[in-house]
């Protein structure tokens, strides 16, 4: 039975930290534009009190969702159960983009372990929180984390991070601009 909150409840809050991944959703408000849905995982993903979520963002090649929280703020997140105990929770909320040079990056980053290859925390104000039975959603077992990105990172270097970004993150899929374009 589906159950809608305004809160992030003590229960929330554990189903949550218990996940290895979750999904993060955001689009334009043009009709023709194109809806982002991404998974992530490596435990970013923090609850900060019962109306705020944030996570530590690492560069991609893409950025839909800062350029769709720039343009219109709309977020919803997305973590499910893939062992014996099903349950699918959303989180909606209203979201914003803190980049290093911004002077909350300091408060924010604390909560997170610093890696190579971060570009943005994604910090969101939740307005409703859904939760649902999630008896469709397949059984997984959790099997561990890639090492990818930050090998990945690490090669590319400081410099070769920053070039990369300038030319893959400034726009989004629909050509709007990301926060990296408007600093
Ligand atoms: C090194 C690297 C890591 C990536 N990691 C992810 C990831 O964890 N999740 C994801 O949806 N896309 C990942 N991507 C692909 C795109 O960056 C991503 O789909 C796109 O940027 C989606 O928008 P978002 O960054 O706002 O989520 C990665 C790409 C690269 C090059």
């Given at each position: ?12 809050q ?5 996940q290895?991944?979750f ?7 043009s009709g ?16 900060l009190n ?36 099903p ?12 980049l ?16 190579k290859?971060n ?7 939740i307005?409703h ?9 397949p ?9 990818i ?8 270097g400081?410099t ?24």
């Amino acid at each position: 039975m589906d159950k809608l909150s305004t809160e992030i409840s003590k229960s929330h809050q554990e189903f949550i930290e218990k996940q290895k991944m979750f999904f993060v959703a955001s689009a334009p408000l043009s009709g023709e534009g194109h809806v982002n849905v991404s998974p992530k995982g490596l435990e970013q993903l923090k609850v900060l009190n019962s109306s705020q979520v944030a996570y530590l963002d690492f560069v991609g090649s893409g950025n839909e969702t800062s350029a769709h929280l720039l343009e219109n703020g709309r977020i919803t997140f997305m973590f499910c159960s893939f062992d014996k105990v099903p349950c699918i929770l959303r989180l909606y909320g209203q979201g914003k983009v803190i980049l290093p040079e911004s002077s909350d990056w300091c408060h924010f980053a604390s909560f997170f372990k610093a890696h190579k290859g971060n570009r943005q925390i994604i910090v969101a104000d939740i307005f409703h929180v859904q939760t649902s039975c999630g008896y469709g959603v397949p059984l997984y077992d959790y099997q561990g984390d890639r090492n990818i990105l930050f090998e990945w990172a690490e090669k590319k270097g400081e410099t070769g991070l920053q070039q990369y970004q300038k030319e893959k993150n400034r726009v989004s899929l629909d050509h709007l601009p990301t926060h990296l374009s408007v600093q």
